[in-house]
């Protein structure tokens, strides 16, 4: 994952320009030692399943890039490009951002195989490009709001966590409001997701209002629908409460108790249906610091 260069936040009542804290080195995308940080991602994965956490978080296991994951990464990619940019103060053609799109495809197959199976490499090509398509089309891109960051690092300590946080926002659009991307492959039900993805909100919350020294404002979640019609669906969440901080402060010690000793186990469930690691599951018999 790139991260520009720089990410800035303009003062809304002159042109000076606040440097949000960031970093050339992706420390999410590298394995090592689970307690250095706290993200959305690592404690996702660990209350999802934490024999899975170990295997990818901790010794670094990566399994065969999908088709849905790659086409989601080159999306990503794409809409970055534009984004940029817009925040530069530029005006990219759809030639542009597609042609991003496209170079993006090609270089993640280069970096890392991709297992397409049964699914077709030129229209997982073409998904992708009609999803781009559907964004550049919508209102979305045409957002008056000004853009003050993408793809921005943030790193806070927290005295109320046990550990610093760590998060790379999408987006970050005047009024300090914290946007995500997701690429789904079926219309959502926003009141399911933002169930499902408040704890990564309520830490964006926290990197937001430790960077710039104000209150950030409630997240929006932008879902690209990969239909055969992409839909590009707006999701403005409310505030994060006292409640969600609350409880992403108890589920991080939660981690931080799990991880010491080493409680790395399987989490039978629906997600094994889709899960990399059942392989390995299968075969797990103990704890990593079982005798």
């Not at 005006?91 to 951002?97: F, L, R, V």
């Not at 408040?198 to 629908?225: F, R």
Request: net charge negative; with cysteine; aromatic share 8%.
């Amino acid at each position: 994952m790139s991260v520009a260069p720089p990410n800035a936040v303009r003062d809304s009542r002159s042109d000076q320009i606040r440097i949000l804290r960031s970093n050339s080195v992706d420390e999410e995308a590298q394995p090592g030692d689970p307690l250095a940080y706290l993200s959305a991602s690592r404690l996702k994965s660990f209350l999802t399943c934490r024999l899975k956490f170990y295997y990818e978080k901790v010794l670094g296991i990566q399994p065969p890039t999908g088709p849905n994951l790659h086409v989601g990464k080159a999306v990503h990619a794409g809409l970055e490009a534009f984004h940029h940019a817009r925040w530069r103060g530029e005006s990219p053609t759809s030639a542009d951002i597609l042609a991003a799109y496209n170079a993006s495809f090609c270089a993640l197959e280069e970096a890392e195989a991709v297992e397409y199976g049964d699914k077709d490499r030129e229209e997982c090509l073409a998904t992708g490009e009609r999803v781009v398509r559907a964004y550049l089309e919508s209102p979305l891109a045409n957002d008056p709001r000004r853009i003050l960051g993408v793809e921005v690092y943030l790193r806070a300590e927290d005295p109320s966590l046990p550990l610093p946080l760590l998060g790379v926002l999408d987006l970050v659009r005047e009024g300090n409001v914290p946007v995500d991307f997701k690429t789904i492959a079926s219309t959502p039900n926003l009141e399911e997701e933002a169930w499902a993805n408040q704890l990564q909100l309520s830490i964006y919350h926290l990197l937001l209002g430790d960077a710039t020294d104000q209150t950030a404002a409630p997240g929006e979640l932008v879902y690209l629908v990969k239909l055969k019609t992409p839909k590009i669906i707006q999701h403005q969440l409310p505030p994060v409460t006292d409640t969600q901080l609350a409880r992403l402060r108890t589920l991080a010690d939660v981690y931080v108790d799990g991880v010491k000793r080493g409680d790395f186990y399987p989490s039978p469930g629906m997600h094994c249906r889709w899960c990399e690691f059942r392989g390995r599951c299968r075969a797990w018999t103990s704890l990593p610091n079982a005798a």
